[in-house]
């Protein structure tokens, strides 16, 4: 299963094993080379760069009573065969990321066979703790197959093989492909022709005229929510910046009460199940956050056409999605979460080193940091074949709450959901530093909560409070909005403090001009508050762009509620009451801008 599934509960290897390796040669495809396709750079960004226990996805395949090894091994050879993304490495000089991919006519891959006298009490969680510890170790793309494969064999017969898959040539949609397959190959089905596009093909038609169209699209729709959106969903004075070190403990919902909830609230408002939890997920999350809207990630498989639906590669990308929540009641959240949610997987699809780009320039002129602190991952529409032991664990539970090990977590808020029927079967991690483990358990609680009630009626978005007892983050008096993020003006001094070498520096709240970050414009009234940075540069040659630059620097690990000030203005000396906004402002400026662009120096 992907890298968030599954019990964390390590199996011991059982006595009297015995571990051989089979060499499985394969012939008979066709030697190919091009670029690679937009979901494979994705994940290829992520595998150079992450934890390989992380971003490495793995999944157990039962084996029949009375297989062979040799059948196994015979099965194996054909899926190679068959999908050109299984026979696909990577080129790439070192210290640089692959562009093009390359598919081989024949080669070998192994089989390690491990053979037991017995199995322990537990066979299947064992397997998938096998399966697991198989993750470890970064995959060579450019020259290791991409599958490790161990089969668990009981006095030589076959009984499991657990698999470790790079990310790179496959994700959860793939992996239930190739199960499926597998299984059909052992019971000696002959696998129809091949419907949908090997991935040199799909490169080939992202690269289009049409597909380059959709990409552009998508990175305008992400553009726009970069821009406008939060820079952060949990902006708090204890909140730390997605990407710092931080381990969270799973903590794993599965709920009866929630599954009838959920189906309660799908019937009464007539639209889909996989809207309303996302409608609810939402409605929580902006809640719990003090936000008047929901940024979070949503990965999509992106199989919506007939040419990808079986393609054994990885298409999995993020989608976006902003939500705006504020509505008077739940029924009207749930009815514009639809049309978010397609609009989001419509955009899901995009050139990924341009996104980042992107990223990078946008972020770096609003002065923020794109964080992807919030993920919101519903696999429950895969097979139940593929969730391996976790789709037939404690169906008994009517509601339970189980803490797993803890693991790092790139992001602040992480949910799986793995079913939704016969329970609601939820995974969630999050951040020590903004959940205590109380109130990580009362979010889930209260998710099933918000279902009940949006099952038995409208639910006021006013009154989430009350029906969850999920609390409103609290920030106190000093935390402004500003450009759509909370933001601590204390904070961001603090930080372009030492951006700036300890110079001198205040930061006030003043009305912005005419809407923009635009410094030298004239004022407005009623115009969008925003941030102005005085610094006074002594002797030295500081510059606002120079300011902004080292601000911008420090921000990815800077603390929460960091957000570059639309100003800078640059004094030679502090007032004697540097405390006081207005003092600052009656001081002869030497030079002042955005930082981002034209500056305004002032004769002297």
């Known amino acids: 299963m992907n890298s968030a599934a599954g019990k964390d509960t390590m199996h011991p290897s059982p006595s009297h094993t015995t571990t051989t390796t089979v060499t499985v040669a394969y012939a008979g495809g066709e030697e190919r080379r091009g670029p690679v396709t937009m979901g494979q750079a994705n994940m290829i960004r992520c595998i150079l760069r992450d934890d390989p226990t992380h971003i490495n996805i793995h999944d157990v395949w039962p084996v029949p009573e009375g297989t062979t090894v040799a059948a196994v091994t015979d099965a194996l050879r054909a899926l190679a065969v068959r999908h050109e993304g299984l026979r696909t490495t990577f080129p790439h000089p070192p210290e640089a990321a692959p562009v093009d991919q390359v598919v081989a006519a024949e080669g070998a891959f192994t089989v390690n066979v491990l053979d037991h006298a017995e199995l322990p009490a537990d066979p299947v969680g064992y397997a998938e703790s096998v399966a697991r510890a198989a993750r470890a170790g970064r995959f060579a793309l450019e020259r290791e197959f991409p599958l490790r494969i161990t089969l668990l064999t009981v006095a030589g017969a076959p009984v499991h093989v657990a698999l470790a898959f790079s990310h790179a040539v496959a994700d959860g949609s793939a992996m239930a492909i190739l199960r499926e397959e597998f299984t059909e190959l052992l019971a000696g089905k002959e696998l129809p022709g091949l419907a949908s596009l090997p991935p040199v093909d799909l490169a080939a038609v992202e690269a289009s005229p049409a597909g380059l169209r959709k990409s552009e699209a998508s990175l305008r729709y992400w553009e726009r929510i970069l821009r406008t959106g939060p820079q952060e969903m949990f902006a708090e004075p204890r909140g730390r910046r997605p990407g710092t070190d931080e381990e969270a403990r799973q903590l794993t919902l599965r709920s009866r009460r929630g599954s009838r909830a959920l189906a309660g609230a799908a019937r009464r408002t007539g639209h889909p199940e996989a809207t309303v939890l996302m409608a609810a997920w939402c409605a929580l999350v902006a809640h719990r956050a003090g936000q008047d809207c929901c940024v979070t990630a949503v990965p999509s498989a992106n199989r919506f056409h007939p040419r990808v639906a079986r393609s054994v590669t990885t298409t999995s990308q993020d989608a976006l999605l902003h939500l705006d929540v504020q509505v008077p009641a739940f029924d009207a959240l749930v009815a514009r979460t639809w049309g978010a949610v397609l609009n989001a997987y419509r955009h899901s699809q995009f050139d990924s080193v341009r996104l980042w780009e992107m990223i990078v320039r946008v972020t770096a002129e609003r002065g923020s940091h794109f964080g992807r602190d919030v993920v919101f991952n519903d696999v429950s529409a895969l097979p139940a074949p593929l969730l391996g032991t976790v789709a037939t664990d404690r169906d008994d539970a009517e509601q339970e709450l189980i803490w797993g090990p803890p693991q790092t977590l790139p992001t602040r808020l992480l949910a799986f959901t793995y079913r939704t029927v016969p329970q609601l ?143 800078y203005v640059l004094v030679e000396n502090p007032p004697t009451e540097p405390d006081r906004s207005d003092a600052w402002r009656r001081l002869q400026i030497i030079e002042e801008g955005t930082g981002r662009s034209r500056q305004v120096r002032h004769e002297r």
């Open 425 to 567: 079967h939820i995974s969630l991690w999050a951040a020590p530093s903004l959940f205590t483990p109380e109130e990580a358990e009362s979010f889930l609680s209260g998710l099933v909560l918000l279902l009940e009630a949006a099952a038995a009626g409208d639910v006021p978005m006013e009154a989430l409070a009350e029906v969850t007892g999920v609390r409103t983050a609290e920030r106190g008096s000093g935390w402004l909005r500003v450009d759509g993020c909370w933001v601590s003006p204390d904070a961001v001094r603090e930080t372009l403090g030492r951006a700036v070498g300890g110079l001198p520096v205040r930061v006030a709240e003043e009305p912005g001009p005419d809407g923009t970050a635009d410094g030298t414009a004239e004022g407005v009234a009623d115009a969008e508050r925003h941030l102005t940075a005085y610094i006074a540069r002594g002797d030295t040659s500081l510059t606002p762009e120079e300011a902004h630059r080292a601000l911008t620097a420090l921000i990815p690990a800077a603390g929460s509620g960091v957000l570059a000030p639309h100003r």
